[in-house]
């Protein structure tokens, strides 16, 4: 099985950086992918990763260390509207995803 | 990217009755979609795997006669909660994959709140 682990909460200030940490163990890996999702809503891709690396798309970056068994989002010149949940998920094998217990970020002016 | 919908967005039923969600593709033939259930604050778990034409998959935990789902066509997933109680309330979300160049993207529809009396 999967392990995921993401902290709960966090909190940040207009215009700054957060980055977000999750940590998994698993047997086998297809990929690791970081969703948004608002209250009440779907979720929405953000980033993906499969090879070690930073990938970055515009504000949003994501990290990725296979062996170690961690990747980040980092969420840059932050917005009111980035107030949301984080969900880290996991592709082990097949097309099923995991999905950690997501971080609620908050951002302040 | 897939656009997903489901219907209805928000039910209210009394505990005993069956309700039924629908999950559409809109404009991508999906041979499997997938059906998670999150309660409130927590993260999505996965319910069950829909294979158009076929038997569900249903993850450890589930059970099958109560969530029961049928993919009759390549565009619609149903999930059908059976003899629903107050502890079925939840957000329903699926999904389907798509491959998007080198990756398999899941889209994912914008939800079924159920909320049982």
């Known amino acids: 099985g999967q392990n995921i682990d993401q902290p709960t909460e966090m909190t940040a200030t207009e215009g700054a950086i957060v980055q977000i940490n999750c940590t998994y163990q698993?047997?086998?890996?297809?990929?690791l992918f970081w969703y948004q999702q608002h209250a009440g809503e779907a979720p929405t891709f953000l980033s993906y990763?499969?090879?070690?690396g930073l990938e970055e798309k515009g504000r949003f970056s994501s990290f990725l260390s296979r062996s170690k068994g961690y990747s980040y989002l980092l969420l840059k010149e932050l917005q009111m509207k980035d107030s949301a949940s984080y969900l880290c998920a996991l592709k082990a094998a097949g097309n099923k995803l995991t999905f950690g217990g997501g971080t609620r970020v908050l951002v302040k002016p | 990217g897939a656009v997903v919908s489901q219907h209805p967005s928000r039910v209210i039923c009394k505990s005993g009755t069956s309700v039924k969600i629908e999950c559409r593709s809109l404009d991508f033939q999906a041979t499997t979609m997938f059906w998670y259930r999150q309660f409130p604050k927590q993260s999505l778990m996965l319910m069950a795997t829909s294979n158009e034409g076929s038997k569900a998959t249903y993850e450890q935990g589930v059970e099958k006669d109560k969530f029961l789902i049928n993919h009759a066509s390549l565009t619609l997933s149903t999930l059908t909660v059976t003899s629903a109680h107050p502890e079925d309330s939840s957000f329903y979300i699926c999904s389907l994959e798509v491959l998007q160049g080198r990756l398999d993207e899941q889209f994912f529809g914008p939800g079924t709140r159920l909320t049982v009396l």
């Open positions: 990763n499969v090879l070690d």
């Open positions: 698993t047997s086998g890996f297809n990929g």
